[in-house]
């Protein structure tokens, strides 16, 4: 198949690059190199069946493409920290049309491909959710105004599109809400919570949380987000269809701070410095009844081995 993938620069989209170009699959990469990184492409770029564009998916995109057979929809920042310089925080009107206006490219990429199209949505869809774990029914609690609706509100307009298409248009998409996920490859700068763990124990600097770190997340590794992206696109019959991705398995922040620091052996410190930030979820875990009834998927990788191949990773970055 010859398949696009849009954000195949970043964090996840170059693991499903290079998954797909595993499986004999010709794979497209469309990245403007935003948040991503084309080290992260070492790998990708030895295949002769990959080819990397730097575009921007919110403008006209390549008409070169040839005939498309499936398109994977993964561009966005997707960092929550406040403090980072490519988080959607900064880059908010990035976010809010990559999910908007990208998508709706996208969208008619595939459509007048016959392609099927995946669009990457997120668990911030649920907001500071009001149920946990989280259902694909539950229709969140979420903040149109608030400092993370630039892409809470982006990712669910996303996927009105999506759904407009799928109604109206006969497209065959779907989406997955992917839930925290790590491993190697989130930029140093990106600032999400492991990493920063990880990068702060390495470097004996002390482990900050926000608040007392007692607030929870569930963490999936990337190899496990691949497996569920690539089932729910490639499993017949599912256009429509809205899929959590993610682990059960939810600990407390300062839980995941004494694992990095222990699978470390580092020296630091674990303390509580800043506050917690504005409408930061206190809770956040995936119902994934549908995942495992519609695609036979269950997170595999333990968090022990997740996290240490993540450290060994850094270690050697
Ligand atoms: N990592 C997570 O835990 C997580 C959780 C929920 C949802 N998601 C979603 O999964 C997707 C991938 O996340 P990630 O963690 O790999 O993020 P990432 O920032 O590492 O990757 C995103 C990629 O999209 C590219 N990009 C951004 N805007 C673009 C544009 N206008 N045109 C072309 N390329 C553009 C970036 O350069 C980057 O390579 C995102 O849509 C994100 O919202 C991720």
Not at 74 to 80: F, K
Not at 139 to 145: F, H, K, L, Q
Request: with cysteine.
């Amino acid at each position: 198949m010859k398949i696009v993938v849009a954000g195949g620069a970043g964090f996840i989209g170059s693991h499903l690059c290079e998954y797909l170009l595993t499986k004999s699959h010709e794979v497209i990469c469309l990245d403007n190199l935003l948040t991503g990184n084309k080290k992260n492409l070492k790998n990708a770029l030895k295949y002769k069946q990959f080819r990397f564009i730097k575009t921007d998916v919110t403008h006209k995109l390549p008409e070169d493409l040839g005939k498309i057979d499936a398109v994977f929809h993964l561009a966005s920042p997707a960092s929550p920290n406040l403090n980072s310089p490519i988080s959607y925080h900064t880059l908010a009107m990035e976010t809010m049309l990559v999910n908007t206006q990208g998508t709706l490219n996208l969208l008619n990429l595939a459509h007048s491909n016959k392609a099927r199209f995946l669009f990457a949505s997120s668990s911030e869809v649920y907001g500071d959710p009001q149920v946990n774990p989280q259902p694909e029914s539950y229709r969140g609690n979420v903040s149109t105004t608030g400092p993370r609706s630039v892409y809470d509100e982006a990712k669910r307009f996303g996927e009105t599109l999506t759904s407009y298409f799928v109604r109206k248009k006969n497209l065959d998409a779907r989406i997955a809400r992917i839930f925290n996920t790590y491993g190697p490859r989130i930029l140093p700068q990106d600032g999400r919570m492991l990493t920063n763990f990880i990068l702060q124990a390495l470097s004996s600097k002390p482990i900050t949380l926000y608040g007392k770190g007692e607030q929870t997340r569930s963490l999936c590794y990337v190899s496990d987000t691949v497996m569920g992206l690539t089932s729910l696109m490639f499993i017949d019959n599912l256009a429509g269809e809205i899929v959590n991705i993610g682990t059960t398995k939810e600990h407390m922040v300062k839980e995941y701070a004494k694992m990095v620091k222990e699978l470390t052996h580092s020296n630091s410190q674990i303390v509580s410095t800043e506050k917690l930030p504005q409408d930061d979820p206190l809770v956040r875990r995936p119902d994934i009844n549908k995942a495992s009834t519609l695609l036979n998927w269950f997170p595999k990788v333990k968090l022990p081995q997740g996290i240490t191949e993540t450290i060994n990773y850094y270690r050697h970055a």
